[in-house]
């Protein structure tokens, strides 16, 4: 009985020892993970204090590092990765070449190798402020034990038995306990709009608003407004924004990029856009000029010619007097011209069928033609057509027209339209270093200047304007900046929320939800009155009565004819 009790005991502590061993974890982590490869990192080339050779499984592919190689593993690798890092008395050379290889890569699952004398608690208080937080420990003298820790909501080193453990990398994302996610708004329509309420307190709107609450409450997070560190005028400085985020003091800010990853990293794109040219509408032509505008007299022209020339070739054939004469001024200045500009006339007592036929259809033209003239008049008195049209930068020079644009904007201006170009017409664009000013004038549709603007923000400034008489601004199809233009939501480099966010990201957008949001924006910033209807007043009224001014060539036109005609009858 004794025998069959130390067999069992000796038996149990085998199996015990095989199940904690390397190779049994890395089975286990294997079929937990899917894993492909196995990155090892120790501090030589030649000196290994953690494994042997043996304990490793040669069904995975190996990286074999050591602490002086460096390299930017990121899409050179499957993502299927567990970093394998033997952490000795070297331990700073180590946790440095470790982040080095695995930049943009914080997500990859990590076991350390440690010796007794490591103190766990730094180094995975390290690894949180390196934004790893797939950390496993493993002793190499004693391996009952494997450590991992919690960052949120606060830092916890946390000990199981190894072999009790059914899940070696718990999700560290998946439910942060209240724990804050910071942001900073920008106060960019319709994106993010800062405003006050009735007690005077900051508050905020705007899809993006809607979006990173949403994001938040996902997570079983807060969502922490860093009011502190936006200005009174609700615009934060570029620069300042880059520094409060590499130093970790902000998440996500509010605004949507198109910034190089350096020093963001960008979220799958958000929204594909293009960014253009609104202009004021160019001012109306005079009713004094519409008459000139009058279209297709060139033609008609000609038809009384061909018609006076019939008509008095029927005459003289039937006479005898010829058969063909170019002579017509007679009958052209007396009952063509008459008939075209629809007043009476005498017609001869006997005709035949043919000059009968001729002058029906004498007639008819001059129906269709002052029917043609007088509709054609009254469309252009009601709808007047433009004096012009900007087309180019040139016709943008020749009228003396500007566009406003900011500092900031300047850079990707450059490479939109190259340096060649901008070089070339800069004289038509203004260079504003306030944000804020230029945001206030393009608002409220300060008609000086042309903006730049995308088509998110377009829609809005077109409802903006769809209670005046006429809208004061159209979108250039001529002048564009980007045709086709990628936005993504910047984010901190390594940050420990990116795959997190990304799959958020997509399951809105698959969902409609992010649609929405951008939809409702309209109705909400009209309820906060941060984008009211604007008035009547600013534009010109399309219509009004006829004045002298408006009949000057018409007068112009009478008064030569008149003297033409008392000059004739004198000679």
Known sequence: RHKISIYFILTLSLAVTQNVSLVGILTSVRRELSLRSILLLKSGAESNTCWQRNELDLSFAYLSFNGNQSIYLKDSVNTELLALVCLDSEGKDIM??????????????ILFMVSLKTN????????????????????????????SYRAFPHFKVV???????????EPQVENLQGYPITTIPYNLLPRSVIYRDKEGRRQMTGYLTHFYRNFANSLNATLLVRWDLVPEDGTPNHNVILKLITDGLVDFPMVLTTLPPE?????????????????PFEPYMPPSSLYFNLKGWQYFLGLMIVLALLLVNAYRLESGQGYFTLRCGDIFGDQVLRAFLGQSFVMPSSLSHCRVQLYSLLMMAGLIVSTFYSVNLATLLVHPPAAYR???????RRTHGKILITQQELPTLNESIGWEV???YLDTFEVIPSLVEFLEKRNELNTSYGYPVTNTLWPLLELKQIKMPRPVFRKSKEISFLEFMLLTLPMARNSVYRDAFNRYLSHTQEGGLYD????????????????????????EPPYHDLNWEDLL???????????????????
Not at 263 to 279: G, K, R
């Open 96 to 109: 440095k070449a470790l982040c080095e290889n695995l930049m943009d890569m914080r997500g990859t699952h």
């Open 120 to 147: 766990i608690s730094a180094l995975f208080q390290e690894c949180r402020s390196s934004q790893m937080l797939n950390v496993l420990a493993l002793s190499g003298q004693n391996k009952e034990f494997i450590y």
């Open 159 to 169: 000990r199981r038995q190894t072999n009790q453990v059914r899940r070696f990398f």
């Open 263 to 279: 020093p963001f990293y960008p979220s799958h794109v958000v929204e594909i856009s293009s960014w253009f040219l609104m202009l």
């Open 390 to 396: 900007i087309l180019s930068y040139e016709d943008l």
């Open 422 to 424: 901008l070089e070339k």
């Open 516 to 539: 929405l949001w951008f939809r409702r924006s309209y109705h909400e910033l009209i309820a906060i009155g941060m984008l009211n209807y604007s008035g009547t007043d600013v534009a």
């Open 553 to 571: 060539y018409v007068w112009i036109a009478y008064m030569a004819g008149t003297a033409i005609s008392l000059f004739t009858l004198q000679l």
